[in-house]
C-alpha cells in the first residue's frame, strides 16, 4: 500500500537522526553461536542490512543464551539474541530487561538418544545432556519428563554448553540422551537416534527472542527500532533466498561444500516456520513458558510479563521496514 509506504519513509527520516556527513552508530548485538542456522541470523550484519537504518551492525557470537543475557545486562552489547525462559528468569529475579520480538518462536530442538533407547520411560536411570537451567535444553527435558510422569530423581541431567558439546558427549558415549537441534539428523552415526522433536511434544515452547536493556529501551527506543528494522529486513530476505542464505552459512561456520546440515536446516526452519523474519511476541506463549519454569522452580516469583515486553519498539521496527 503506498501510505504504508509513505508511513516507514516519514518514520525512517524522522527515527535515523543520523546525516549523510555522519557514520552510522555502532549496535553490538550477541547471538548464540553460529551453527547450521547461521545464514538466518547473520545477514543483517554480514550484508549490511543496518546501513539503510542509520546503523551500524556488529554481531558478537557467544556460547548460549544465558551468556548472551549476562552480557546484555552487563552493557557489553546493545540487544542479545537469548532463550524466552532464560529472560524470563532474569527478569523475576528483577533484572532490567525487555523482549522486543521473537525470530526463532519454533523449536528446531529435538531429544536425540543411544539408538538401543525405545521411547521416553527407556530414559530412566539415564545420563541426558542439557545445558545452564531455565535454558531451552534445561526446560524441554524437564518439560518432556514431567509430561511423561518420569521423576526428576530418576535421570540425571548433566550441563554440557552449546550444541555441538552436547553432540559429542551423545556420540562418545558420554551420555545417553541429549538436547540438540534437529541439524544433526543428516550425520548422526547409527548408534544415535532422533527419538522426539521438542514441537512434537511442547508446541507452545520458544527457542529465542530479542532481548535489550530495560535502560535501553527507555532511553534509545528509536535506536533500538531501527536495529530491528534492519533484523525485520534481513530475516525476510534471508527467508526468501535460499542460495545466498546457505552461502553465508557456510562461509561463517566454515562447514565443507559436501556436509548437508545448511541445506537441510534451511529447508527444515522455512517449512516449519522456526524462524519468523517479522519477529512477533506471542504472549500466550511467554505464559506458558512461565508457568513451566514456575513447575520447575527455575521461577520462584512470577511476574507481570506484559512488563518484560516493549511492543511499541517492534511495532516502530516493523513500520521501518515496510510493515
Not at 530423581?153 to 554440557?160: E, G, Q
Not at 530495560?214 to 534492519?230: H, I
Request: aromatic letters at 4%; a neutral charge.
Amino acid at each position: 500500500m503506498a501510505w504504508r509506504s509513505l508511513l516507514s519513509a516519514i518514520l525512517l527520516l524522522a527515527l535515523a537522526g543520523v546525516s549523510q556527513a555522519q557514520s552510522p552508530k555502532v549496535w553490538r548485538h550477541g547471538v548464540i553461536e553460529p551453527k547450521s542456522d547461521a545464514g538466518f541470523v547473520m545477514t543483517a550484519s554480514r550484508r549490511n542490512f543496518g546501513d539503510k537504518f542509520g546503523v551500524k551492525l556488529e554481531t558478537l557470537s557467544l556460547k548460549n543464551g544465558q551468556i548472551a543475557l549476562k552480557a546484555l545486562l552487563a552493557g557489553e552489547i546493545d540487544s542479545a539474541e537469548t532463550g524466552a525462559g532464560e529472560a524470563i528468569i532474569a527478569a523475576s529475579a528483577g533484572a532490567d530487561v525487555k523482549i522486543i520480538g521473537c525470530n526463532w518462536p519454533g523449536l528446531p530442538h529435538a531429544v536425540f538418544v543411544k539408538s538401543d533407547i525405545a521411547d521416553v520411560q527407556g530414559l530412566k536411570g539415564k545420563a541426558i545432556a542439557a545445558s545452564a537451567p531455565g535454558s531451552l535444553p534445561d526446560l524441554l527435558i524437564r518439560s518432556l519428563l514431567e509430561k511423561s510422569s518420569i521423576p526428576m530423581a530418576d535421570v540425571r541431567i548433566a550441563s554440557l554448553g552449546g550444541d555441538l558439546d552436547r553432540y559429542k558427549a551423545l556420540t562418545a558415549g558420554v551420555v545417553d540422551a541429549a538436547v540438540i537441534s534437529s541439524e544433526y539428523v543428516p550425520i548422526a552415526p547409527k548408534s544415535v537416534r532422533l527419538m522426539l522433536a521438542g514441537r512434537d511434544v511442547i508446541p507452545n515452547f520458544m527457542r529465542l527472542c530479542i532481548a535489550v536493556s530495560g535502560k535501553t529501551a527507555r532511553e534509545r527506543p528509536d535506536e533500538a527500532a531501527r536495529f530491528l528494522a534492519a533484523e525485520i529486513a534481513a530475516g525476510r530476505y534471508a527467508v526468501s533466498h535460499r542460495d545466498e542464505t546457505v552461502a553465508l552459512t557456510r562461509e561463517v561456520t566454515g562447514m565443507k561444500p559436501e556436509d548437508p546440515r545448511p541445506e537441510f536446516v534451511f529447508d527444515e526452519t522455512v517449512k516449519q516456520r522456526d524462524f519468523d523474519p517479522d519477529v512477533p511476541i506471542p504472549m500466550n506463549k511467554l505464559a506458558w513458558m512461565q508457568d513451566q519454569l514456575a513447575k520447575t522452580g527455575n521461577v520462584r516469583h512470577p511476574l507481570d510479563l506484559a512488563k518484560l515486553v516493549d511492543p511499541q519498539i517492534r511495532s516502530q521496527g516493523l513500520a521501518l521496514a515496510g510493515n
